[in-house]
């Protein structure tokens, strides 16, 4: 009954036991930060308005983002996931959610920062109601830990149009 | 002799119980997955296990989904029809240059709801390479009183075992 094999089979179950207690704690831990994130976008340009290749409305714009997401970090946070997305709704689609840039905050340090760049991916309609749009841009973040559950959430900022005419 | 095979027996059905119990509660046909390739890095890397969970809650963007064959990765877009509440999905790996295009099915564009077998709400680092290196225990020459927990790899890859590889 105390064979190597058993012994060995003892130690193990009692040591991964013991470890996903361990994450299971220090994922509970997070439950407890306190979250208090600033973000604001400014479109500083639409730099062309026209249809693509399939008849689809695309805009190309730079955008300015800063942002300080340093209170979204805890000891067992791994990376914060942040991306903006443009949400608007057409006669066919109750809701469009496309994503105009993202970016990995790998550290608390890199938390508070301030972008310009146009949108890394396309700003493509399906089909063509883009003209004259109003849209939210939404920044939104995935809080993804060294082990245990993700937290999302979002910031919504209203008030952005698009022209009125292809350009 | 027979109670070794009973007991066998009983391990490998409880362990199916707790599989099975688990698609139930988490409503994903794979409710435990494990992370094969890069693509998603830095965030998860090739031998994490991720825990899916599904919800008739339309998707949104920024959740990271899985799909029948185990590509966990970001919802980037989402179109949501007015009348059917169908929703478009595009999906993208974190640490790819492109979205998932590449890998659909010829000529489609978009992934809608029922293709997505749930959403990752939380990992574990490194507890699947495991699987990886498909470690299938077939026989056992110890006594039979192994604990359910180091079956339930063999379980959940054991159709997987032909083991998927490349930059998916």
């Known amino acids: 009954?105390?064979?190597?094999?058993?012994?060995?089979?003892?130690?193990?179950?009692?040591?991964?036991?013991?470890?996903?207690?361990?994450?299971?704690?220090?994922?509970?831990?997070?439950?407890?930060?306190?979250?208090?994130?600033?973000?604001?976008?400014?479109?500083?340009?639409?730099?062309?308005?026209?249809k693509e290749s399939h008849g689809n409305d695309e805009v190309s714009m730079t955008l300015n983002i800063s942002a300080d997401l340093s209170s979204l970090f805890s000891w067992n946070t791994k990376q914060v996931f942040v991306f903006i997305a443009a949400e608007y709704e057409t006669p066919q689609n109750a809701l469009n959610q496309v994503s105009l840039w993202d970016g990995i905050i790998p550290s608390k340090e890199h938390a508070k920062f301030l972008i310009h760049t146009t949108?890394?991916?396309?700003?493509?309609?399906?089909?063509s109601n883009l003209k004259g749009k109003d849209f939210n841009l939404t920044m939104h973040w995935h809080i993804m830990p060294k082990t245990g559950k993700m937290f999302a959430d979002k910031i919504v900022m209203t008030g952005y149009r698009l022209p009125e005419q292809y350009r | 002799m027979l109670v070794q095979i009973v007991s066998?027996?009983?391990?490998?059905?409880?362990?199916?119980?707790?599989?099975?119990?688990?698609?139930v509660v988490t409503g994903s046909e794979s409710p435990v997955v494990v992370v094969l390739t890069g693509s998603m890095e830095p965030g998860f890397?090739?031998?994490?296990?991720?825990?899916?969970?599904?919800?008739?809650?339309?998707?949104?963007?920024?959740?990271?989904?899985?799909?029948?064959?185990?590509?966990?990765?970001?919802?980037?877009?989402?179109?949501?029809?007015?009348?059917?509440?169908?929703?478009?999905?595009?999906?993208?790996?974190?640490n790819n240059l492109e979205d998932d295009r590449f890998l659909y099915a010829h000529g489609q564009l978009w992934l809608q709801q029922h293709h997505i077998m749930g959403r990752a709400v939380g990992f574990l680092q490194y507890v699947g390479w495991v699987t990886i290196f498909?470690?299938?225990?077939?026989?056992?020459?110890?006594?039979?009183?192994?604990?359910?927990?180091?079956?339930?790899?063999?379980?959940?890859?054991?159709d997987r075992c032909t083991g998927l590889t490349g930059h998916i």
């Not at chain 1, 407890?32 to 062309?48: C, E, G, Q």
């Not at chain 2, 009983?10 to 707790?18: C, D, N, P, R, Y």
């Not at chain 2, 498909?134 to 054991?158: A, G, M, R, Y």
Request: charged fraction near 20%.
């Open chain 1, 1 to 50: 009954m105390h064979s190597f094999g058993h012994r060995a089979n003892g130690v193990a179950t009692f040591a991964v036991t013991i470890l996903a207690a361990m994450c299971f704690a220090a994922s509970f831990s997070d439950h407890f930060n306190s979250l208090s994130p600033v973000a604001s976008v400014k479109i500083l340009n639409t730099n062309w308005f026209q």
């Open chain 1, 119 to 127: 949108n890394k991916y396309r700003f493509i309609d399906q089909g």
């Open chain 2, 8 to 23: 066998l027996g009983m391990i490998v059905t409880s362990a199916l119980i707790i599989w099975k119990g688990l698609i």
């Open chain 2, 45 to 94: 890397k090739r031998g994490d296990i991720l825990f899916l969970h599904m919800s008739k809650d339309p998707i949104r963007t920024g959740e990271i989904v899985g799909r029948e064959i185990p590509i966990v990765h970001r919802v980037i877009k989402v179109h949501e029809h007015q009348e059917s509440a169908e929703v478009d999905i595009l999906t993208k790996g974190d």
């Open chain 2, 134 to 158: 498909k470690v299938c225990l077939f026989f056992l020459n110890t006594p039979i009183d192994l604990e359910i927990k180091q079956w339930l790899p063999f379980i959940v890859h054991s």
